[in-house]
């Protein structure tokens, strides 16, 4: 039985020691993050709540029901951040108390105090999805378990110093990186109250597809009629089969044969990767008309894949550092049907072509930024009736990874949320081994405060320098982005990924002598804006500030014990240390305009709780949040 699947019987002993633990940890996570965002959010006001002096408990009134909320732990940090650490009691006017312990328990008692009035549906949707995401939480902390304790295991044979270090020593850049982009998939994106809702899929197909679960997924490589697809390739990408027949070898050959054995000629096909659920659930049936008519052959080679943080960006199992696949998968993950439309298909090589140009010329922001580009990708495109939508879901675009694997600097790439998440050798997150392997453990207050210095400098410089000159955002969020570590657990540059969805402001680009072609479909939100900056300017703060930064300085000011705002203070200094270092190249109205928006104004953030309350009716909600970078000290 697949080590995998085996863990989810009900009788298997590990199962049963560990199901009740695991319980109550989902449940808790999922209290955690319900709680941050109805906060964050504005949905219930956060200025109603009333601290204990000198402690963390705190009592929040429920005034419509004569009721008190009491959290024993919160913690309040920069931003409107609020985190919950502690047990949650419902008290009711007669005095009896009620424990919270579920999500569903804390949303019947807050409703009444939301700032709207959602829709019973939208409401009852929510907490299904939530109910779901702690299912699949469970069986990932089950598995967690077994797979840490396999990993300890290894790393105390090999007598390494640490996870980092057993990774660097017995590892291959290319496996290392993508075991910590598995291993990494647990938590999630920070303001996702169904970070793992998957309701398309039973418990055995989660634990079969998901990354968390170390999974290892077949992906077919099926043929596309040429004629009728959308080709989108880099400018050294001579053509896309010789490009797969080069990256590829051995899958070109079965691939190709397979269609010489019917009779015909490959050149008139696409090989074109489809995901084994996607093929069997979706493709198979909703292009049923495509296949009889000869435009598309699901006969192929398959190819053994780890599907990475993501879910659907997939790493063929093959030697050597070969391409990224990203893939469309009809599924309904964390409330968005993972379809990879056309834009994502046009926009994807175009940027990574200019992005790449841009390196060449700033010597890669003095060596603080690399990429994964996007060098081909193409999709479903009838070539009468010529419409882009029927090909969300007969797409791909490949992302080489030859040049950020193949390293002789010794550098690890580490996925951003990993670095947060425990590791195998002491529950302790990631980056606190990174840490201590400079300043020794436990680390000082001045290590922690220097060592997040070079990160945010990594990170802020080569983002703030982007997006100044050239009205690039990246998006640096805690999945799309790698940093680049030393042996000493110095952070030393960024590798970023995933452009298909960027957004540029085309006024600065054009200044600088570049030029980005535009996607334009309608009812198809735009990637390249020319009238506003405001557009890229909230991708960059809320990708990289919001969800990547702000998210390193709360686990290190948490997991250190430092003064509250002491990180954000550093942040401050390091992005305005950024600003100054392009003041010279950048419009003063333009610098100044900028400076004030990422040290002062508040920060733009999406309303994920909000819109799936509202079913996703407008998934263009937006909130802010108090700037912690402010010069008031950083107080949220």
């Not at 077994?146 to 290894?154: H, I, P």
């Not at 990408?237 to 070109?252: D, I, M």
Request: hydrophobic fraction near 45%; aromatic fraction near 10%.
């Amino acid at each position: 039985m697949n080590h995998t699947l085996s863990l989810l019987q009900p009788d298997h002993a590990f199962y049963a020691q560990r199901q009740r633990s695991a319980v109550d940890a989902a449940n808790r996570n999922a209290l955690r993050r319900l709680i941050r965002c109805l906060f964050a959010e504005g949905i219930v006001d956060s200025q109603a709540l009333i601290f204990m002096p000198g402690s963390r408990a705190a009592w929040l009134p429920l005034w419509s029901r004569h009721a008190l909320l009491l959290f024993g732990e919160l913690e309040a940090a920069p931003a409107n951040t609020f985190i919950n650490r502690g047990p949650l009691t419902l008290i009711e006017a007669d005095g009896a108390r009620t424990p919270i312990e579920r999500a569903q328990q804390l949303i019947d008692a807050l409703r009444p105090s939301f700032d709207f009035a959602p829709r019973e549906e939208g409401v009852a949707g929510l907490k299904a999805d939530i109910a779901n995401s702690i299912e699949n939480d469970v069986l990932a902390r089950i598995y967690r378990d077994a797979w840490n304790a396999a990993l300890r295991t290894r790393i105390e044979v090999a007598e390494a110093d640490g996870f980092a270090g057993y990774l660097q020593r017995q590892m291959s850049v290319r496996d290392a990186a993508v075991l910590l982009d598995q291993w990494g998939a647990l938590e999630g994106h920070p303001f996702y109250p169904t970070w793992k809702s998957k309701p398309d899929l039973d418990p055995a197909q989660v634990a079969a597809l998901s990354p968390e679960f170390n999974a290892k997924v077949p992906v077919r490589i099926a043929a596309l009629r040429a004629d009728m697809a959308y080709v989108e390739r880099m400018p050294h990408v001579e053509s896309a089969h010789t490009w797969f027949a080069w990256n590829f070898p051995q899958l070109w050959v079965r691939w190709r044969d397979g269609l010489n054995e019917k009779g015909l000629d490959e050149s008139a096909w696409l090989p074109l990767p489809i995901h084994a659920w996607h093929l069997e659930h979706f493709v198979s049936k909703e292009y049923a008309a495509e296949i009889a008519e000869g435009i598309l052959i699901l006969d192929g080679p398959d190819v053994e894949t780890w599907p990475t943080m993501s879910f659907r960006t997939m790493m063929p199992r093959l030697p050597g550092p070969v391409p990224f696949i990203k893939l469309p998968v009809a599924l309904w993950l964390t409330s968005e049907q993972r379809s990879l439309q056309a834009k994502s298909i046009h926009m994807g090589p175009r940027i990574s072509t200019v992005i790449q140009r841009i390196l060449a010329d700033e010597q890669g922001f003095d060596g603080t930024l690399e990429i994964f580009p996007e060098e081909l990708a193409f999709h479903y495109k009838h070539a009468v009736r010529q419409e882009d939508r029927a090909g969300r879901h007969l797409s791909v675009a490949f992302r080489a990874s030859k040049e950020a694997f193949e390293r002789a600097d010794g550098l690890l790439p580490v996925t951003v949320a990993a670095l947060l998440t425990g590791s195998p050798v002491d529950g302790r997150p990631l980056v606190t081994e990174l840490i201590e392997k400079r300043g020794g453990a436990p680390a000082t207050q001045e290590v922690v405060e220097a060592w997040f210095r070079e990160y945010a400098r990594v990170v802020t410089h080569p983002v703030l320098g982007i997006y100044l000159l050239y009205g690039i955002a990246l998006e640096a969020h805690q999945q799309n982005t790698s940093v680049l570590f030393a042996s000493d657990g110095m952070p030393k540059r960024m590798l970023v990924r995933d452009f298909g969805d960027g957004r540029t402001y085309a006024p600065l680009l054009a200044q600088r002598g570049h030029e980005l072609k535009p996607y334009v479909h309608p009812g198809i939100l735009p990637t390249v804006f020319h009238d506003d900056i405001e557009p890229v300017r909230a991708f960059v703060l809320d990708a990289c500030f919001v969800c990547h930064l702000h998210e390193v300085a709360l686990l290190l000011t948490h997991e250190y014990d430092l003064p509250r705002t002491r990180l954000w203070q550093i942040l401050r200094e390091q992005t305005q240390r950024a600003f100054d270092a392009f003041a010279p190249r950048v419009c003063g109205e333009l610098w100044r305009d900028e400076q004030a928006a990422f040290l002062e104004q508040p920060w733009p953030t999406r309303s994920v709780l909000r819109m799936h309350l509202l079913e996703y009716s407008d998934y263009r909600l937006q909130h802010t949040l108090p700037n912690p970078l402010r010069q008031t000290g950083g107080e949220g």
